[in-house]
């Protein structure tokens, strides 16, 4: 009996799990896609070219124009992960939770307290 009340507790803490990871993935890829667009419009616009490159970010002439795209999508890739992160930390009230704070019962229910809930 509590190991199927520990498997429901397991189930219930999971609903949801897919849709949240679609939608991260779907998110992983979009931004992937709009810095890979992104940075290769900056080159073909002439806003970056080799001269400013080379030149003014002091990278060496040895280091191919391949490699420099790859590192400006994946510098972008990085910035808007980070600002999601960062607006899901300020906009999610789980995450705002004050931790440590003294109650009678914990936020998530274990799965021995659900057996008690009704007696006290």
């Known amino acids: 009996m509590r190991i199927d009340m520990k498997r429901a507790a397991e189930v219930n803490q999971r609903k949801g799990l897919t849709s949240r990871t679609l939608a991260a993935t779907a998110w992983f890829v979009s931004c992937l896609i709009f810095a890979f667009f992104f940075v290769n419009w ?9 001269a400013v490159v080379y030149g003014e970010f ?6 191919s124009m391949n490699v420099v ?15 999601a992160i960062m607006f899901f ?13 003294p109650t009678a019962r914990a936020q998530s229910l274990d799965y021995y307290e659900q ?6």
Do not use: E, K, M
């Open 89 to 101: 930390a300020l906009t999610n009230p789980q995450a705002r939770v004050r931790s440590g704070r």
């Open 69 to 83: 795209r790859l590192a400006g999508v994946t510098l972008l890739f990085g910035v808007l992960q980070f600002t």
């Open 115 to 120: 057996q008690y809930q009704g007696r006290a």
């Open 42 to 50: 900056l080159f073909s616009s002439g806003t970056l070219n080799s």
């Open 58 to 63: 002091g990278i060496p002439d040895s280091v």
